[in-house]
Structure formats: structure tokens, C-alpha cells
């Protein structure tokens, strides 16, 4: 997809003045996070789970070189192939030459979000490989040539009017704003293309270090399809991705499906250890594991930014986030959005390209709060933050106001100076609508330093 993380301070306007788009982000969000509360309610060590999750996946990563190394052996041990990419345009050219070596000219694709951050469509299609995605949500999005809005629902913008009407006019025949009968439609043209196609490729939920096995999780058991199905499997996986073992799964596979559908477990969750057996009657014969960097190992060199490596991708900071809640993803113009978009976006594309991320946060800390692995997001917003203001990147104006506000804030006397002068200016005439029912309040004689001081003289710093 087209980066456009620079513009979202222009692209804004439209999404803030989209009303559809906003009441039905309003009706999604608000109904997943409903669900989620009573399933959480009913987990009296929810809390513990979320820590646990988290100091597994530090230990993992502070071992990280090793642990991918067992990874890729185990996984060579079952038979399959190993390849690791440094980034985007070595990840989909191995894809391309998997695709030339099998003679593939058509692919199923199952939802990932790191197939989108690398542009594995586009790199496909370039080369003659027709991809057709298979989650609804992102079969939806392609019909319509948009880019995901959330990592778990990708079509959450989309209302089922919205979708009944793409239908119609990209399958050439009317299609009723019915739930059930979109889906068989979808499920009758999907079909097909399942039947014909030559290479299946999936993301990974989780990656097993110690049997070098990939667990997928979803609702449609598109996925299950997509990886047994045709006859080679390429499997995408983020090299943050691992869990040590798979005992870990009973911890991290409910703080997932909890946090993201509001399920207890997805209707569907696939192990997979390789390719199928030479006497099996189905199953791929060829299995190509791709680990992607993309950037991820030097984010992890940064132990505070490491953190952020911890994510399941569960998606429940995007549904608690006031900020995602009124704009929804496609605003944020990446693949990744939300608070952990803003936090690790910068780091995947450049801080000059994303340096605006960052900043569309009100640090209230609901992600933190509902984040399922622990990671303190809103932390991570305010260092990236400052990591953009220390890399000088922002308008020179505004660092000019910042060190004035910094000299100003030092005293007392000076500040009070400038407060007074600030209240003889003409605020009605110059905040407009936004003074005439506010007034710029008074500031006290005293400080409120002085005051407790007086009250409390015992606690007078000596
Ligand atoms: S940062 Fe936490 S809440 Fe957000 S997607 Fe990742 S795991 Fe989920």
C-alpha cells in the first residue's frame, strides 16, 4: 500500500468530517470492547496473565539471535525451508522467486498485516502473479482498492450497506445489504479461486522456537485453506513473533482472541509443523518460511522501543483510543495505526515520514491500560515524541515557543509577568467562537508552592 504517514495532519479533515465513517466506528469499537469487559470480568488473574506475558516476551527477546536460530533449525528439521529477509523488497522478492520456481501464476492470500507492510500484492502482481485475499474484510478492501483499517477488522470502517453496495457494482449484480448473503456470496467466488490457485501464502500469529511450528488464528477457516489447499505454503513471519514453547500458547492464545474478536478462543487456531507427508492425501508438499526484520532488529537494539516487540497484534489499543475511535485507520495512511501504529510506524518507515504519529495521542493511557502484553504505549508515544524533538524535527517555530515556555516556567515572577500580559490581550477578537463562552482564568497571587508552605510549615524544604 501507498505510504502516507506524511500527510496525516492533511488527510485529517476528510475523516473528522466523515459522519457514516464515524458512527460506524463508534458501533464497532463500542460493542467489541463491551464484550471483551465481560470476558475480562471473568478472569480473576487477568492481570497476572498480562504480566506474565509480558516477561516471557522480554526474556525471549533478550535472547532473540538465539532463539530464532533454534527456530529456523527445528523448522529445517520438518522438512521446511528457511529463508530470512532484511527487508520489504527481499521478503517479496523471495516470494517471487518461489512463485517462478513452482509456476505459480495464481495465489490465495489469508490475512497479514506484515504482507501489507512489506507490499507483497504489489510485488506479485508486478511479476504476473494474481493474488486474491481471503478474510472477508480484506477481500472486501480489495474490492475496493483500500487499505486496512484495523489489524484485526480490517473493513470495521464499512458499514453492510457500504459493502452491499461495492458488491454490486464490482460483481455487475445486485446484492441485498444482508450479512448472511454477502458472506455466501464472497464464500461462491472465493471458492473458486481456492480451487485454481498454485501457492497459498499466510501471515503467523505465533512462532514455536522449540518445534519450529506456526500457529494461525481466525474465524473463517479461510486460513486453514489458504495453508492446505494448493500444493506450496510460504508462510510471512515478523522475526518478533516467537513464543519459547507451546505450553505458552495456552497463556498467550486467549490474551489474544479476548483482546481482539472478544472470543474466548477463535473458532479456528492451526499448528502447523511442516509439509504433509508423502503418503498424505492432502496438505501442501512445499513449505517456505520467510522471516521478516524489516527493521524490527534494530527497534530492538533500543531496550525502551524493544517493548513494543512484545505485540500480539491483537488490536485492542485502536478500539480504546479516543484518537482511532473519531478517525478510524486509514488516517493514520499506514498499515499500522492506533497507538502502537504511532509508536512503531516511525521506526519501520523513518522518523521524518511518521513524525506526525506519534503526537495524534491525548496520553490518556487507555491503550496501556487495555494493552493484553503490559506494554506501556503511552510511555512509548512520549519517547518517540521526544525522540522527534531531539532529532530537530519539528517546525522551528514551535521549538522556538517550547524554549520560551522552558525559560518562562523556571520562575515564578516571570511567569506571572507574562500571564498578566497574556490577559490584556484581546481574546474575543482573537480565539473567535472558542472565547465566548470561556474566560481566561486568573492566576493566583500566590503560588501553590508558597501556600502549602504556609499551611504546612513543618514540610518547608530546608
Ligand atoms: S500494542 Fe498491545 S493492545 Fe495494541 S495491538 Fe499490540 S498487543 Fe494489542
Known amino acids: 500500500m501507498k505510504l502516507q504517514s506524511e500527510h496525516f495532519r492533511e488527510n485529517l479533515p476528510a475523516f473528522l468530517n466523515n459522519r457514516q465513517l464515524r458512527q460506524n466506528l463508534a458501533h464497532a469499537t463500542r460493542t467489541v470492547l463491551a464484550r471483551r469487559q465481560a470476558l475480562v470480568a471473568e478472569i480473576p488473574d487477568w492481570e497476572a496473565r498480562r504480566r506474565a506475558a509480558y516477561r516471557k516476551k522480554k526474556a525471549l527477546l533478550e535472547d532473540w539471535d538465539r532463539q530464532l536460530a533454534v527456530f529456523a533449525e527445528q523448522a529445517g528439521r520438518r522438512g521446511v525451508q528457511v529463508y ?3 527487508d ?7 516470494a517471487v522467486e518461489i512463485a517462478r520456481r513452482h509456476n505459480v501464476r495464481q495465489v490465495i492470500k489469508s490475512k497479514s498485516m506484515l504482507t501489507e507492510e512489506i507490499g507483497l500484492n504489489e510485488g506479485l ?13 480484506e477481500w472486501i478492501l480489495q474490492l475496493a482498492g483500500e487499505a486496512p483499517a484495523h489489524l484485526t477488522a480490517p473493513a470495521i470502517h464499512k458499514s453492510t450497506e457500504q459493502i452491499a453496495e461495492l458488491f454490486s457494482r464490482k460483481l455487475g449484480r445486485p446484492c441485498p445489504a444482508d450479512p448472511q448473503e454477502l458472506t455466501r456470496i464472497a464464500r461462491d467466488h472465493l471458492r473458486r479461486k481456492f480451487l485454481q490457485a498454485q501457492m497459498g501464502i499466510s501471515g503467523a500469529n505465533f512462532a514455536i522456537v522449540e518445534e519450529g511450528a506456526i500457529a494461525i488464528v481466525e474465524n473463517e477457516a479461510n486460513a486453514r485453506l489458504t495453508v492446505s489447499l494448493p500444493p ?4 510471512f513471519i515478523g522475526m518478533e513473533r516467537l513464543l519459547a514453547r507451546r505450553q505458552d500458547l495456552a497463556l498467550f492464545l486467549p490474551l489474544l482472541t479476548i483482546s481482539s474478536t472478544a472470543q474466548k478462543l477463535t473458532s479456528f487456531v492451526s499448528y502447523l509443523t511442516g509439509p504433509a507427508a508423502a503418503d498424505a492425501l492432502d496438505g501442501p508438499r512445499h513449505v517456505y518460511f520467510i522471516l521478516v526484520d524489516n527493521g524490527r ?4 537494539r533500543d531496550a525502551r522501543l524493544r517493548q513494543a516487540l512484545y505485540c ?3 488490536g485492542a489499543c485502536y478500539n480504546a483510543c479516543p484518537v482511532y475511535q473519531t478517525i478510524g485507520g486509514q488516517a493514520y495512511g499506514w498499515v499500522y495505526q492506533g497507538p502502537i501504529g504511532a509508536v512503531i510506524t516511525p521506526e519501520l518507515v523513518g522518523l521524518e515520514r511518521a513524525q506526525q504519529l506519534p503526537f495524534a495521542s491525548s496520553l490518556c493511557g487507555a491503550c496501556s491500560q487495555i494493552c493484553p502484553v503490559h506494554i506501556p504505549l503511552h510511555e512509548l508515544l512520549l519517547y518517540q515524541r521526544h ?6 524535527l519539528t517546525p522551528h517555530p514551535e521549538r522556538l515557543a517550547m524554549r520560551l515556555f522552558g525559560w518562562m516556567f523556571q520562575r515564578w515572577d516571570r511567569y506571572s509577568k507574562a500571564f498578566a500580559w497574556l490577559h490584556r490581550l484581546p481574546w474575543q477578537r482573537l480565539a473567535g467562537s472558542w472565547s465566548r463562552t470561556r474566560r481566561l482564568p486568573m492566576l493566583a497571587r500566590r503560588a501553590f508552592r508558597q501556600r502549602a508552605h504556609s499551611l504546612f510549615p513543618r514540610n518547608r524544604p530546608q
Open 88 to 94: 520489504a523488497a527481499q521478503a517479496v522478492a523471495l
Open 232 to 235: 506450496v505454503h510460504v508462510a
Open 84 to 86: 530470512r529477509a532484511e
Open 387 to 392: 525522540r522527534i524533538v531531539a532529532a530537530g
Open 312 to 314: 500480539i497484534r491483537c
Open 125 to 137: 502482481a508486478a511479476q504476473g502473479v494474481e493474488v486474491t485475499e481471503t478474510d472477508l474484510g
Open 297 to 300: 532488529r534494530r527497534m530492538g
